[in-house]
């Protein structure tokens, strides 16, 4: 009899997970839950997971931003909005990554070529939430059509099994 040594790799798993919630500042903490549990499921510290759930937070709150900025823009110019925007959360899962993409129906305002309103303060929080979400995960990018924003996050874990 000869002696075998087989080798088996295990194909990581992938799931997915998606969620859908209005562009509205009250359900931001419903996304966070949400990414919090998604989190959880990777091989991911404490603190990785709390990057991550920061990092959705921010893009939630980009994209509920531009949509506040667009309902005062058409208010100011006699129209309304015929559909509320939505915020659609895609998560996949595997052994060690999560890549999360945040894609909302905010149109890409008529005013595109027009500096936001800046804040009282002087600081540009839009620029400030890219760049902590920078910090946060792996990778970050931005993919603007005429439909929406779509926000893609990477993050890996730094001690994947």
Do not use: W
């Not at 659609?88 to 008529?110: G, M, N, Q, R, Y």
């Not at 005013?111 to 979400?133: N, R």
């Amino acid at each position: 009899m000869s002696d075998q040594l087989t080798i088996v790799t295990e194909e990581p798993v992938i799931a997915k997970v998606k969620l859908e919630i209005p562009c509205l500042a009250e359900y931001v903490g419903v996304a966070r839950l949400a990414i919090l549990g998604v989190a959880n499921r990777i091989a991911f510290t404490y603190d990785e997971v709390e990057d991550v759930r920061l990092a959705v937070g921010e893009a939630c709150t980009h994209a509920i931003e531009r949509a506040a900025d667009r309902k005062t823009y058409l208010a100011a110019h006699g129209q309304e909005s015929q559909e509320p925007c939505t915020l659609t959360i895609a998560c996949t899962i595997d052994k060690s990554t999560l890549s999360i993409e945040l894609t909302d129906t905010i149109p890409v305002a008529e005013h595109v070529d027009t500096e936001p309103p800046a804040a009282e303060d002087g600081i540009d929080y839009q620029k400030l939430g890219t760049v902590l979400m920078e910090i946060l995960v792996d990778q970050v990018t931005f993919e603007t059509s005429s439909s929406g924003t779509t926000v893609r996050l990477v993050k890996t874990a730094s001690q994947a099994n």
